[in-house]
């Protein structure tokens, strides 16, 4: 049995029974562990009634756990949530002695097909615990400040070594953990690049295109979508198994979409449907749900903030676009094709000026 692990509120809370959900359909038999951010959370989610979705309130973790709740006065609330990775599922193997392996994901993931072959690839490699990497093509190699590693997706057996992983991580997090780049260190993402070195071959750095592929990497792999219904998507030979659906949040209703991709390149309409189309499913049934056995409940998606970077990269927005237009499971840029370069652009942009200045 497989025990998976996330966090999140309300403003997430759609998007957290979509995982679930996709996970439930492609390992049945899997648990998902919940730490619920807010009331609210705790009682939509056990009133949902599935004994695979194991709901912990986050004031239980932090009882447990005085040093990170002496955090949560001293730090913004999205640092404090980068706090709590390390916390959590450390917190899991702790406490449920019998979980031989608990596999933290992102909230914003969706599950796309079964993720045998990722937990088969740590056995063989008789690894306690397990990472993605960014896997950003060349022309986004800058993004490295942030990490090699990426914390959507990372597993850890309940063995010693991981655990100590998991005890040095948290003290690295609790000691410094916020949203900005600090030499080698950014949130709770940057402390991973010492892992390597560290844990030698005890760390399995999965060479899955399938496992975390994002709108950051998809632009470096070869997508083929199965003409047959129920075959998964495939990238560079491999199953999609994991898709990260970052920062993809409504700006308008349910009819207008911050895609998250124009740093990045801009998926063609094919791709995009095949995957977002895909997601726009799961969260519509996900809001069906909990409205179901909450109806006074409100479910709506968090909107995507209009801050100050949105303003910077208007120009840019016109030319490649990055708002999408929802039409049914259709997700419209409305740019002929043109978006899929902005990544490099930008890239060849930012260069220059680092050049120039």
Not at 12 to 24: D, E, K, T
Not at 133 to 148: D, I, K, N, Q, V
Not at 210 to 225: D, E, L, R
Not at 272 to 297: D, F, I, K, N
Request: contains cysteine.
């Amino acid at each position: 049995m497989n025990h998976y692990c996330t966090y999140f509120d309300r403003g997430f809370l759609v998007q957290g029974v979509a995982l679930w959900r996709s996970v439930a359909r492609h390992d049945p038999d899997a648990a998902l562990w919940v730490l619920a951010l807010d009331d609210e959370t705790a009682d939509a989610l056990r009133a949902l009634g599935d004994t695979f979705l194991r709901v912990v309130p986050l004031a239980e973790l932090e009882a447990a756990d005085p040093e990170l709740l002496a955090m949560r006065s001293q730090r913004s609330w999205p640092e404090y949530l980068f706090t709590l990775s390390p916390c959590w599922p450390r917190w899991i193997l702790a406490t449920q002695r019998y979980i031989c392996r608990v596999t933290y994901l992102d909230a914003d993931l969706a599950c796309f097909s079964r993720p045998t072959g990722m937990f088969a690839a740590m056995e063989a490699a008789s690894a306690s615990v397990m990472v993605t990497a960014h896997r950003f093509p060349s022309w986004l190699r800058h993004y490295e400040r942030h990490g090699t590693f990426n914390v959507g997706v990372v597993s850890f057996a309940n063995d010693e070594t991981a655990r100590q992983t998991l005890d040095e991580w948290r003290a690295s997090c609790l000691e410094w953990c916020h949203d900005r780049v600090d030499g080698q260190r950014y949130a709770d993402q940057g402390y991973l690049n010492a892992w390597p070195e560290r844990l030698g071959k005890r760390l399995l750095i999965l060479d899955d295109p399938g496992v975390n592929a994002a709108p950051w990497n998809w632009a470096g792999s070869t997508y083929h979508i199965p003409h047959s219904k129920g075959a998964p998507l495939e990238v560079d030979g491999r199953p999609l198994v994991f898709f990260h659906f970052a920062r993809f949040r409504p700006r308008a209703g349910t009819w207008l979409w911050e895609s998250g991709q124009l740093d990045y390149g801009i998926m063609p309409q094919r791709l995009r449907t095949a995957l977002y189309g895909e997601y726009w499913w799961l969260l519509v049934a996900a809001q069906a749900e909990l409205r179901s056995v909450r109806p006074s409940g409100d479910f709506e998606l968090r909107t995507a903030r209009l801050g100050r970077s949105a303003w910077r990269s208007l120009p840019l927005r016109l030319i490649f676009g990055g708002t999408w237009i929802r039409l049914g499971g259709h997700f419209l840029n409305l740019r002929g094709g043109l978006g899929r370069y902005s990544g490099r652009v930008l890239a060849c942009l930012r260069s220059w000026l680092r050049g120039s200045s």
